[in-house]
């Protein structure tokens, strides 16, 4: 409610009301309550549409909320304030942001976010058209590259965990011969059999896990 205030005009106080005739439905939702207490007004002829936005507006106000809590949330917040400072042509503005985000994103193992952070710089050094900027991006190019192989690495890891986790859940009240030779497959594979494949905390994280 305090969301729509602040970023809803006009109609803004209708979907509100909206939000207040489908959250007082305890059971299951009627949409035959919600036309009788929009009877009369235009708004009704519209309920699909209606619906749908207000769907919109609760995700964008949850996703203000996770921004301010949520490391990943805030992560992406930055990444786009640091896109626009790219295309507003302010690189000395949005090198500050890159080198205050890659901290965070660094100390919570977050590589998909670095990958970005690693696009907008070599996109920003590219643009300066000098020597030195030519050396520096190829620096940047390999960082970048081997980030790439961390986020790939990570990943393989996190896929055969959930794999696992899926196999262990169904495993607890239906054991079968099938999922006794998915765990094995899994356990045979290269990755989950040499610990030194696994490159970084957070592959180690997901093979211990496994």
């Known amino acids: 409610k305090k969301f729509s ?21 305890e059971k299951k ?22 619906k749908n936005y207000l769907s919109e507006i609760i995700l964008r106000s949850l996703s203000d909320q996770y921004s301010e809590k949520e490391i990943d949330f ?10 626009i400072l790219i295309d507003k042509n302010l690189p000395g503005s949005a090198l500050k942001q890159i080198r205050k985000t890659k901290k965070l ?21 590219a643009r300066k058209y000098t020597i030195e900027a030519y050396k520096e991006l190829k620096e940047l190019v390999n960082i970048k590259n081997e980030n ?8 393989q890891y996190k896929s055969y965990n959930l794999i696992l986790n899926l196999i262990s859940a169904r495993w607890s009240y239906s054991k079968n011969k099938d999922d006794l030779k998915a ?19 957070s592959s180690k994280y997901e093979l211990y896990g496994i």
């Open 29 to 50: 939702y009627d949409e035959s309550k919600v036309k009788e207490s929009f009877k009369g007004d235009r708004f009704v002829n519209q309920i699909l549409v209606a």
């Open 5 to 25: 205030k602040r970023h809803i005009l006009g109609e803004g106080n209708k979907y509100v009301k909206l939000f207040d005739v489908i959250d007082k439905q």
């Open 148 to 155: 790439l192989n961390q986020l790939s690495n990570t990943s």
């Open 74 to 83: 805030t992560l992406f917040e930055q990444l786009k304030k640091i896109r």
């Open 105 to 125: 994103a660094e100390e919570n193992f977050n590589y998909s976010a670095l990958n970005y952070l690693y696009e907008f710089e070599c996109l920003i050094t």
């Open 183 to 201: 765990i094995k497959e899994i356990l045979e594979i290269p990755l989950i059999k040499n610990e030194d494949l696994a490159k970084g905390f």
